[in-house]
């Protein structure tokens, strides 16, 4: 939300909420994919809805299915409301974390964090 300087005053940058990221979808995340060196023939992409706080894509390939996971700045509501994109490096954590402890395949496997673009998969 812009809101109007006092005289003589100079905006400040109060958080990174606004910083522009590439904001993945289902039209993107092919080329995103290959710009990590993920090549795959045949890829079907769809977003997964019901999210506020993240972007969540199903990627199918001839051989394998993944999620691909980014968290958003501004949430998916009515209202103005930012949240710290850093988180999904958390929740990564986390996951880890628990597959030390949980059974073989109860908790998803992390297949790469992207630090320059909050998400993982």
């Given at each position: 939300?812009?809101?109007?300087?006092?005289?003589?005053?100079?905006?400040?940058?109060?958080?990174?909420?606004h910083?522009?990221?590439?904001?993945?979808?289902?039209?993107?995340?092919?080329?995103?994919?290959?710009?990590?060196?993920m090549?795959?023939?045949?890829?079907?992409?769809?977003?997964?809805?019901?999210?506020?706080?993240?972007?969540?894509?199903?990627?199918?390939?001839?051989?394998?299915?993944?999620?691909?996971?980014?968290?958003?700045?501004?949430?998916?509501?009515?209202?103005?409301?930012?949240?710290?994109?850093?988180?999904?490096?958390?929740?990564?954590?986390?996951?880890?974390?628990?597959?030390?402890?949980?059974?073989?395949?109860?908790?998803?496997?992390?297949?790469?964090?992207?630090?320059?673009?909050?998400?993982?998969?």
């Amino acid at each position: 939300m812009n809101r109007p300087h006092p005289a003589g005053a100079e905006p400040r940058n109060l958080s990174c909420y606004h910083v522009r990221l590439l904001e993945l979808d289902a039209t993107n995340a092919t080329d995103y994919l290959r710009s990590r060196g993920m090549d795959y023939a045949a890829t079907r992409i769809s977003e997964l809805g019901g999210g506020v706080s993240n972007t969540v894509l199903l990627v199918e390939t001839a051989g394998r299915r993944f999620l691909l996971k980014q968290s958003l700045g501004k949430l998916s509501v009515k209202a103005d409301w930012f949240s710290d994109r850093q988180r999904i490096f958390r929740e990564s954590a986390a996951l880890s974390w628990a597959a030390q402890y949980l059974p073989p395949g109860s908790v998803p496997e992390i297949r790469f964090e992207d630090p320059g673009v909050p998400r993982i998969s």
